[in-house]
Each structure stands twice: as structure tokens, then as C-alpha cells.
């Protein structure tokens, strides 16, 4: 019986439910509208389709951000509000002197505040859970099972647990109360949030470093972020016993922090003189790291980034400072010093980034030993992890990117060849201060599998792909590519549902569309499109001219769909839909469609210019001062407006503008390059 009395102590636990109730019972409220009451209003709705939405129903359960946003954001606050406010007197000392002075043990103390906030937090939602499935139960809802509930029960247990000791934990090292609050969700957010800063200011040194690779992996290290994502992927037995261990580490070491602290600290920022240089620099570090990515992010530049480091650092330094010592003078020599050693320390570390000490730079694997290459412009497809959850995969039709994995020597050879060349490049001319030009620039993404298992993953961004057009013409006109790449060169015509066919008209015009139902029709179809595919050059694949395609091409399967553009190069379709009567069906034509265009010089566009959403292309015209402007040339022959129909493009640095005019009066604008002008403009715009 002495074991039990001397955990907590009665008297201060009692004290404890008559100060702080309200916080269980606003959770609970909370929590009632946010759940029970959420599943009750799905329920009353009486469109039929909502009312039988599995999805609807199980979202409330599985911690959707976009559906149970209130849910979510009181799984976060109130454990760390829980926390702060019952041991609120420890940064008070008129609060704390008379506390310690009752016949009560420290460790008492602080176990008693711990089982009461496990209490405030535990309580509401067991009793929502019960609500919950008792209102599921009667209201004979099927989709949502015992189990469902009792997952959400679990994991909000779990979440509202380890967010409670975290912040009694915080508490224990700071004096302030906001404070505690701030560096609460700092800890929490700290695994992910600092990996990505490092890993995101690495890459901005080591050439090639595959940031976006590890973003993957370390996003959802942070619980906080974790928490958004549990709707798509539900919590694992580690994750679980994770978390629990952390949770159980955070007791024991908030416990141990509140026998060793002074009263006498309370109202310091940090209660541990230990402490105050680990958090005086790290918080110097971490700011130096943000606004460098910050700058970096905005203004592609180097001289900028260094400017963000500097600024972040800093300015951190100086409000730690204030903050520690509760004074504006701190500009003494001690201060200045400290700051000057980290100062060189960071740049002896930066310098030994920048001059690729390591080798990383131009490492590669021995061709001989690479088994297959992933190349793609981004890790996701690499990476994708198909959801768990039922309802999300109802929801988006289990959409499965293609890993662009190619395993054909001739390809690996070409993709060697591209990654020789990119380290060649960069050798070469090494990043100046300036601003990069990123104007049709590319990311690429590469990850070598070597025939011992090992993997080798680099990321290049901005890179130009013209300049490696040599190398990447037969590679891009391969089979294997073209087959990774196009969905359609995957479908098999017999599990297709129909085909769409939507012609690109004026937005103020009904669409031209064309819907192919017939098995036999369909299969000619896919057929003929697959024939272009398989027939497409480099220069079409990347469609240098920037022509705008026919119409769009809509694959409707079983359980997906397949979206593929009419280009202008695809015959082979073009005369199948000729041949089966359609091809008037679906795409612009001179006199049907077309009255006729107006052509005059493309004005100048600076590069600021045509990187604005707001394009040349979007803006509607002025028809009647197109018809009075000297030197516009207009056409209306059938001829002429069928050339500049399968010409025109969205280049804006192209010579010429091109409006074409249709018959209700709309117009759709476009651009045509000088070089391949047929002879009726050139001798127009030469006079």
C-alpha cells in the first residue's frame, strides 16, 4: 500500500482534476463535434451517394487532414496545452516555493501531474470512441467496423501520449511557459525538419546530391507530420513501439530533469547553464540553415544563400543572447567571440563542402557493374508506396506511377554516357555568384543497381537537355523508352472501357469531342497510336517547336485511366480517323472551325516575362485593332490556315504571333517559328 501512496499523492491529484477539468472537457467536446457528430451529419445528408460513400465515412476515422482538420489540430494542441499548464507553476517561483515546500517528494510531484494529464487526455477520447461506435451501431452504418475505431482509439492514444511528455519533458528545461509551448513542436517537428534543412543545404554544395531521394524517406520521421499521413498509411507495429519507447524515454527524462532543477530558474529560458550554449548555437545553426534555403530557394543564387546564412545566423544569435540574459546589452566581447568561432567554424565547413573533398562529385560506378538505371525527372515513381487504406484507394484509383527502370545495355550505355557528360559540364564551368538561368531546364534523377545489390543515386536539376541532345536521341527513341514513358504502349484494347476524344477549341466553344465505344473500333485506335509512338523522333518526343496537339485522348480502363495527346505528328491516327469518317469529328478546320488569322510580329519577351503564369497565349485579343494595325498580314485561304493550324505553337520567343479567329466570334492564339515560314509570310513580313 506504501508503493501505490508514494507514486502520486491523492490530495494534489484531486487538486489537480478540480483546476484543470476544463481541459478534459473542452478535449471531449471537441472531440464529440469532430467525430460522433461528424459520422451523424454524413449520415442525415440524403443524397444517396453520400449517404453510401465508404470513403466519407472512414476518412473522419483515419485522421484525413482535408476531411477531419479540427480532429487533427486538437490531437496536436491540447496534449501539449495539457502539459504546459500543469506544470505552469514550475516557471512561476511565488508558484513553485510554496509548492516544494509541502511533505510531498519531487518524484511524487511530477508522477502525480503525469497521470493527471494522461487522465485529461485518456478519459475523452475512450469516451468518444464509445459514442462513436454506439451511434455507428445503431444508425446501422456497415462501412465503419469495430476495428476502424478502435484503430483511431489506439493511435490517438498513442499521439496524445507522446505529444503530452514531450512538452512536460520541455518543460522541464526552459522557464517560460510560451517558451515551453514553442519548443514543444519544435522537438517534434526537429527529426524532419533539421534532416531536411541539412540535407536541402548539402545539395546546394555536393553536385548531384539526391535530395529528393531522402526527402522521401525522412519527411515522415517527424510524428507531427507523420500524424497528416496516417489516412494513406496506417501505423506499423515498429512505429507503434517506436513511439511508445520515445514516450517512455521522455518520462524518465523529464522525471530526472525535475529532481535536478532549481526553483530559483524559473522565468529563465533555460533552466540548465548546461544547456543554454547547446541551445544558443543550435538555434544560431538551424536559423543560418533556413534562410540560406530560404534565399537559395527564391533568388538561385550562391552570393544570396551565403547573405542567409549570415542574416539567419546572425540574428538568431543576438535574440538567443537577449533571450538568455533578459537584456539588450549584449554586445560585449565574450558575445562577440562566440560568435566569431562559430562564424570560422562554419566556413571551414562550407569550404570543405565546396571543394568536393570527398570525391563524391565525380564518383561513378564501373559500367560493367551496373545492373539496371532508374532515370526519370523525379524519385517518386522510385519510391511510391500504393495506399493502405481502402478509401484512399477508391478514391484515387490506385494510380501506380511506371519506375523508369532500364535494364537494356545499349540505354545504360546511353545513360552512362549522359551522366560522364553532366560531370564533364560541370567541371568545366563551375557555378558562378550570379543567378542561374533555369529557362527550359530539366531535373534528372538517376539510381544505379550494381550487380552486387549496391545502389548509387545522384539528382542533377537545370539541366538543358539540348545541349546533350546526341547522347539523348537514341535513347529517347528507343523501345525501351518509349514504353516506360507511354502508358498506352502498356494497354491491352481489350480491357478498355471507351476512348475520348477532345478536340482543343476555344474556351468560349463547346469542345469537339468524339466518345468510341465499339471493341473493334478501339482496338484500330490504339493501334494507330501506338504505330506514331513507336514511330516518334527525338525532336518530336521533346517537341522542340512546342506544337500544340490536336486533341486530347482519353483511355478509359477497368479501374484506371490513360491520358495521351493527338500530336500533330501522329499520321498513322490521323488517317484512321480519315478513313472511319471521325477526323472532322474532333479537330479544327479552315472554314469549318477557322474564318481566319491575323499574323503580325511576335513582340519582344524578356525571360521574366515568359516564365509568369500570365502568358501571351492566355490573353484575349483586340480583333479590331489586329484589323486596322499596319503590316498584320490576314488570311483566309483554306490552304494557308491549315499550315498555320498544324504549325503553331506556345513558343512566345518564336518570330511571328498568329490569331486565329473562329466562327462564334472566339479566338486562339499561338506563335510560328521563322525558320520553316512558308513563302506567303516571309515575302509579306520582307517588304
Same mark, same amino acid.
Given at each position: 500500500?506504501?508503493?501505490?501512496?508514494?507514486?502520486?499523492?491523492?490530495?494534489?491529484?484531486?487538486?489537480?482534476?478540480?483546476?484543470?477539468?476544463?481541459?478534459?472537457?473542452?478535449?471531449?467536446?471537441?472531440?464529440?463535434?469532430?467525430?460522433?457528430?461528424?459520422?451523424?451529419?454524413?449520415?442525415?445528408?440524403?443524397?444517396?451517394?453520400?449517404?453510401?460513400?465508404?470513403?466519407?465515412?472512414?476518412?473522419?476515422?483515419?485522421?484525413?487532414?482535408?476531411?477531419?482538420?479540427?480532429?487533427?489540430?486538437?490531437?496536436?494542441?491540447?496534449?501539449?496545452?495539457?502539459?504546459?499548464?500543469?506544470?505552469?507553476?514550475?516557471?512561476?517561483?511565488?508558484?513553485?516555493?510554496?509548492?516544494?515546500?509541502?511533505?510531498?517528494?519531487?518524484?511524487?510531484?511530477?508522477?502525480?501531474?503525469?497521470?493527471?494529464?494522461?487522465?485529461?487526455?485518456?478519459?475523452?477520447?475512450?469516451?468518444?470512441?464509445?459514442?462513436?461506435?454506439?451511434?455507428?451501431?445503431?444508425?446501422?452504418?456497415?462501412?465503419?467496423?469495430?476495428?476502424?475505431?478502435?484503430?483511431?482509439?489506439?493511435?490517438?492514444? #498513442?499521439?496524445?501520449?507522446?505529444?503530452?511528455?514531450?512538452?512536460?519533458?520541455?518543460?522541464?528545461?526552459?522557464?517560460?511557459?510560451?517558451?515551453?509551448?514553442?519548443?514543444?513542436?519544435?522537438?517534434?517537428?526537429?527529426?524532419?525538419?533539421?534532416?531536411?534543412?541539412?540535407?536541402?543545404?548539402?545539395?546546394?554544395?555536393?553536385?548531384?546530391?539526391?535530395?529528393?531521394?531522402?526527402?522521401?524517406?525522412?519527411?515522415?520521421?517527424?510524428? #507531427?507530420?507523420?500524424?497528416?499521413?496516417?489516412?494513406?498509411?496506417?501505423?506499423?507495429?515498429?512505429?507503434?513501439?517506436?513511439?511508445?519507447?520515445?514516450?517512455?524515454?521522455?518520462?524518465?527524462?523529464?522525471?530526472?530533469?525535475?529532481?535536478?532543477?532549481?526553483?530559483?530558474?524559473?522565468?529563465?529560458?533555460?533552466?540548465?547553464?548546461?544547456?543554454?550554449?547547446?541551445?544558443?548555437?543550435?538555434?544560431?545553426?538551424?536559423?543560418?540553415?533556413?534562410?540560406?534555403?530560404?534565399?537559395?530557394?527564391?533568388?538561385?543564387?550562391?552570393?544570396?544563400?551565403?547573405?542567409?546564412?549570415?542574416?539567419?545566423?546572425? #540574428?538568431?544569435?543576438?535574440?538567443?543572447?537577449?533571450?538568455?540574459?533578459?537584456?539588450?546589452?549584449?554586445?560585449?566581447?565574450?558575445?562577440?567571440?562566440?560568435?566569431?568561432?562559430?562564424?570560422?567554424?562554419?566556413?571551414?565547413?562550407?569550404?570543405?563542402?565546396?571543394?568536393?573533398?570527398?570525391?563524391?562529385?565525380?564518383?561513378?560506378?564501373? #559500367?560493367?557493374?551496373?545492373?539496371?538505371?532508374?532515370?526519370?525527372?523525379?524519385?517518386?515513381?522510385?519510391?511510391?508506396?500504393?495506399?493502405?487504406?481502402?478509401?484512399?484507394?477508391?478514391?484515387?484509383?490506385?494510380?501506380?506511377?511506371?519506375?523508369?527502370?532500364?535494364?537494356?545495355?545499349?540505354?545504360?550505355?546511353?545513360?552512362?554516357?549522359?551522366?560522364?557528360?553532366?560531370?564533364?559540364?560541370?567541371?568545366?564551368?563551375?557555378?558562378?555568384?550570379?543567378?542561374?538561368?533555369?529557362?527550359?531546364?530539366?531535373?534528372?534523377?538517376?539510381?544505379?543497381?550494381?550487380?552486387?545489390?549496391?545502389?548509387?543515386?545522384?539528382?542533377?536539376?537545370?539541366?538543358?537537355?539540348?545541349?546533350?541532345?546526341?547522347?539523348?536521341?537514341?535513347?529517347?527513341?528507343?523501345?525501351?523508352?518509349?514504353?516506360?514513358?507511354?502508358?498506352?504502349?502498356?494497354?491491352?484494347?481489350?480491357?478498355?472501357?471507351?476512348?475520348?476524344?477532345?478536340?482543343?477549341?476555344?474556351?468560349?466553344?463547346?469542345?469537339?469531342?468524339?466518345?468510341?465505344?465499339?471493341?473493334?473500333?478501339?482496338?484500330?485506335?490504339?493501334?494507330?497510336?501506338?504505330?506514331?509512338?513507336?514511330?516518334?523522333?527525338?525532336?518530336?518526343?521533346?517537341?522542340?517547336?512546342?506544337?500544340?496537339?490536336?486533341?486530347?485522348?482519353?483511355?478509359?480502363?477497368?479501374?484506371?485511366?490513360?491520358?495521351?495527346?493527338?500530336?500533330?505528328?501522329?499520321?498513322?491516327?490521323?488517317?484512321?480517323?480519315?478513313?472511319?469518317?471521325?477526323?472532322?469529328?474532333?479537330?479544327?478546320?479552315?472554314?469549318?472551325?477557322?474564318?481566319?488569322?491575323?499574323?503580325?510580329?511576335?513582340?519582344?519577351?524578356?525571360?521574366?516575362?515568359?516564365?509568369?503564369?500570365?502568358?501571351?497565349?492566355?490573353?484575349?485579343?483586340?480583333?479590331?485593332?489586329?484589323?486596322?494595325?499596319?503590316?498584320?498580314?490576314?488570311?483566309?485561304?483554306?490552304?494557308?490556315?491549315?499550315?498555320?493550324?498544324?504549325?503553331?505553337?506556345?513558343?512566345?520567343?518564336?518570330?511571328?504571333?498568329?490569331?486565329?479567329?473562329?466562327?462564334?466570334?472566339?479566338?486562339?492564339?499561338?506563335?510560328?517559328?521563322?525558320?520553316?515560314?512558308?513563302?506567303?509570310?516571309?515575302?509579306?513580313?520582307?517588304?
Amino acid at each position: 500500500m506504501k508503493s501505490k501512496t508514494s507514486f502520486i499523492n491523492m490530495g494534489i491529484l484531486l487538486n489537480d482534476l478540480k483546476r484543470f477539468a476544463w481541459i478534459g472537457a473542452g478535449y471531449l467536446l471537441v472531440l464529440l463535434l469532430s467525430v460522433p457528430l461528424k459520422v451523424f451529419m454524413l449520415y442525415s445528408r440524403e443524397e444517396e451517394y453520400l449517404v453510401n460513400n465508404v470513403s466519407g465515412y472512414l476518412s473522419i476515422f483515419h485522421f484525413d487532414f482535408n476531411t477531419s482538420l479540427l480532429q487533427v489540430m486538437a490531437l496536436i494542441i491540447v496534449p501539449v496545452l495539457t502539459g504546459m499548464l500543469l506544470f505552469r507553476y514550475l516557471q512561476d517561483s511565488r508558484a513553485a516555493d510554496p509548492a516544494h515546500t509541502l511533505p510531498v517528494r519531487r518524484e511524487t510531484f511530477y508522477n502525480t501531474h503525469v497521470v493527471a494529464g494522461i487522465a485529461f487526455l485518456f478519459v475523452p477520447l475512450i469516451l468518444t470512441a464509445l459514442v462513436s461506435w454506439a451511434l455507428v451501431a445503431g444508425l446501422g452504418i456497415e462501412y465503419v467496423t469495430g476495428m476502424d475505431i478502435l484503430t483511431w482509439l489506439y493511435v490517438s492514444l #498513442l499521439i496524445s501520449l507522446l505529444f503530452f511528455m514531450c512538452s512536460v519533458a520541455v518543460g522541464m528545461i526552459t522557464g517560460m511557459t510560451t517558451l515551453q509551448g514553442v519548443l514543444s513542436i519544435i522537438v517534434l517537428l526537429l527529426p524532419s525538419g533539421l534532416s531536411m534543412l541539412l540535407l536541402h543545404n548539402l545539395s546546394q554544395y555536393i553536385y548531384g546530391f539526391p535530395f529528393d531521394y531522402y526527402y522521401d524517406k525522412i519527411a515522415s520521421l517527424s510524428p #507531427l507530420i507523420r500524424l497528416t499521413e496516417i489516412y494513406r498509411d496506417p501505423f506499423g507495429t515498429g512505429e507503434i513501439a517506436i513511439y511508445l519507447f520515445i514516450s517512455i524515454v521522455f518520462y524518465f527524462v523529464g522525471r530526472s530533469l525535475y529532481l535536478r532543477r532549481h526553483i530559483e530558474t524559473a522565468g529563465d529560458a533555460i533552466t540548465f547553464g548546461v544547456l543554454r550554449p547547446i541551445f544558443k548555437y543550435s538555434v544560431t545553426f538551424c536559423s543560418m540553415l533556413l534562410l540560406g534555403s530560404y534565399f537559395y530557394e527564391v533568388q538561385h543564387s550562391m552570393a544570396w544563400t551565403y547573405f542567409g546564412y549570415l542574416l539567419g545566423s546572425l #540574428l538568431a544569435y543576438i535574440l538567443i543572447e537577449i533571450l538568455l540574459h533578459k537584456s539588450l546589452q549584449v554586445f560585449q566581447w565574450q558575445q562577440i567571440k562566440g560568435y566569431g568561432i562559430y562564424a570560422l567554424t562554419m566556413l571551414v565547413l562550407l569550404g570543405l563542402f565546396h571543394y568536393d573533398c570527398t570525391g563524391y562529385e565525380k564518383k561513378l560506378p564501373e #559500367l560493367s557493374e551496373v545492373k539496371s538505371v532508374y532515370m526519370d525527372n523525379s524519385f517518386y515513381p522510385l519510391s511510391y508506396v500504393p495506399p493502405a487504406n481502402a478509401h484512399v484507394t477508391e478514391v484515387w484509383h490506385q494510380y501506380t506511377p511506371v519506375k523508369a527502370i532500364f535494364t537494356d545495355k545499349d540505354n545504360i550505355a546511353h545513360i552512362y554516357s549522359l551522366h560522364q557528360q553532366i560531370i564533364a559540364n560541370r567541371l568545366d564551368k563551375k557555378e558562378t555568384f550570379l543567378s542561374k538561368n533555369t529557362r527550359n531546364a530539366v531535373r534528372i534523377c538517376l539510381a544505379y543497381e550494381l550487380e552486387n545489390g549496391n545502389q548509387i543515386y545522384r539528382q542533377y536539376n537545370d539541366i538543358i537537355e539540348v545541349e546533350y541532345a546526341d547522347i539523348l536521341k537514341p535513347f529517347y527513341e528507343s523501345r525501351e523508352y518509349k514504353e516506360l514513358h507511354n502508358g498506352i504502349l502498356r494497354v491491352n484494347p481489350a480491357a478498355v472501357d471507351f476512348i475520348e476524344i477532345n478536340g482543343t477549341v476555344n474556351t468560349r466553344t463547346p469542345s469537339k469531342n468524339l466518345r468510341i465505344v465499339d471493341p473493334e473500333l478501339i482496338a484500330q485506335a490504339i493501334a494507330a497510336l501506338q504505330s506514331d509512338i513507336y514511330d516518334e523522333t527525338y525532336e518530336e518526343i521533346v517537341n522542340i517547336n512546342r506544337k500544340i496537339p490536336w486533341a486530347q485522348v482519353h483511355i478509359q480502363l477497368k479501374d484506371r485511366f490513360i491520358n495521351q495527346e493527338w500530336e500533330k505528328s501522329h499520321l498513322n491516327f490521323e488517317q484512321w480517323l480519315k478513313d472511319t469518317g471521325k477526323h472532322d469529328q474532333v479537330r479544327l478546320l479552315p472554314g469549318v472551325d477557322i474564318s481566319c488569322a491575323f499574323i503580325d510580329r511576335a513582340p519582344a519577351v524578356s525571360e521574366e516575362d515568359s516564365e509568369r503564369p500570365q502568358s501571351k497565349t492566355t490573353r484575349q485579343p483586340d480583333l479590331a485593332a489586329l484589323e486596322e494595325k499596319p503590316g498584320v498580314l490576314k488570311i483566309t485561304g483554306p490552304e494557308q490556315l491549315e499550315w498555320c493550324l498544324r504549325h503553331y505553337g506556345n513558343n512566345e520567343q518564336a518570330a511571328y504571333q498568329v490569331v486565329f479567329v473562329h466562327n462564334d466570334g472566339g479566338t486562339i492564339s499561338g506563335f510560328l517559328g521563322e525558320a520553316d515560314a512558308p513563302s506567303f509570310i516571309q515575302e509579306h513580313f520582307t517588304r
